[in-house]
């Protein structure tokens, strides 16, 4: 028998596929690895029920590499301030990674317990930055506004290894009881607790955790895909229609960044990673 479901978890080789209300673990066949073509966490498929066979893979409304999901209405950037410290830098390169795939962006903020006064009203400024540009900002401390936004919706976490992310569904989900660590001290960061993607269901939203990772690399874009997930940059107008905010003659972009109305860390990070210093 031939049904359809969607692929919640992948471990080694197995996958977990749910159907209606029940699960089924699948393998994918050789098919797949000869077309060069790998069932993701997040794909629609047919499988065969008695042979456990994923059989055939729907076309995906959108991909991403890092971390490797498929068909995602949102990416939730998990964003410490401190263990690992933050950093604007990774921030932005997440963004961009979430918005050059299609993917809606949503900052959630851990750890905030873990600063001062003084370091959260210089945090607050760039916060308040990317509030603006309309990128919703929300505490894992208030977790209202997160849960309003991603009802009925596919969402994955992203962000970098001890950020907070499996704690993060543990607080949305009381019974989730999913394994977290402190991090490493002497590394200041986290010890890579989660090692593979699996959607949990919370509510009326599908949540995936993923492992977290220490650096990401843009090299698979292009600027032009680079530029344009700056978005707030086309609020400015340039004299040239593909200009690439490089050079202060006839750019609107490099004009508001100079006037203050762009964030110096933003402006400074676009220009490292269409330069290759990503
Ligand atoms: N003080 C404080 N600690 C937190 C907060 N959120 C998470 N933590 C702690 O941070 C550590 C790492 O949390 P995890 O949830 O395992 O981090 P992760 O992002 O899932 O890490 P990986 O699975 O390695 O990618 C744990 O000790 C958590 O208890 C927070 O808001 N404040
Ligand atoms: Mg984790
Ligand atoms: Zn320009």
């Known amino acids: 028998m031939v049904k359809e479901g969607k692929i919640i978890k992948l471990i080694g080789d197995l996958y977990t596929v749910h159907s209606g209300k029940e699960r089924f673990d699948c393998k994918a066949r050789g098919k797949f690895r000869n077309n060069k073509i790998t069932p993701l966490v997040g794909d629609q498929i047919l499988f065969d029920v008695e042979k456990k066979y994923i059989l055939e893979i729907k076309p995906r409304i959108n991909e991403l590499k890092r971390p490797l999901v498929s068909n995602v209405d949102y990416g939730v950037v998990v964003t410490s301030l401190k263990q690992p410290d933050v950093s604007w830098s990774l921030l932005d390169k997440l963004l961009c990674n979430i918005i050059i795939n299609n993917i809606k962006p949503i900052i959630v903020i851990t750890k905030a317990d873990l600063v001062n006064k003084k370091e959260m009203k210089i ?61 490493s001290i002497a590394l200041n960061r986290g010890k890579h607790t989660t090692r593979h993607v699996e959607f949990h269901q919370i509510g009326k939203s599908f949540i995936a955790d993923t ?68």
């Open 123 to 183: 945090i607050n400024k760039y916060l308040k930055y990317y509030q603006k540009i309309g990128i919703p900002v929300i505490f894992n401390t208030k977790l209202n506004k997160l849960k309003k936004i991603i009802k009925n919706k596919y969402v994955v976490l992203a962000g970098q290894t001890g950020a907070g992310k499996s704690s993060l569904l543990n607080k949305l989900d009381k019974n989730l009881n999913l394994k977290t660590a402190e991090i």
């Open 211 to 278: 492992p977290g990772f220490s650096a990401l690399e843009l090299d698979e874009y292009s600027n032009e895909e680079i530029r344009n997930s700056f978005t707030e940059f086309t609020k400015y107008e340039c004299k040239y229609k593909d200009c690439n905010h490089l050079s202060p003659i006839d750019c609107g972009v490099v004009d508001a960044y100079a006037n203050g109305k762009i964030l110096n860390t933003r402006y400074e990070n676009y220009k490292k990673f269409v330069s290759g210093g990503k």
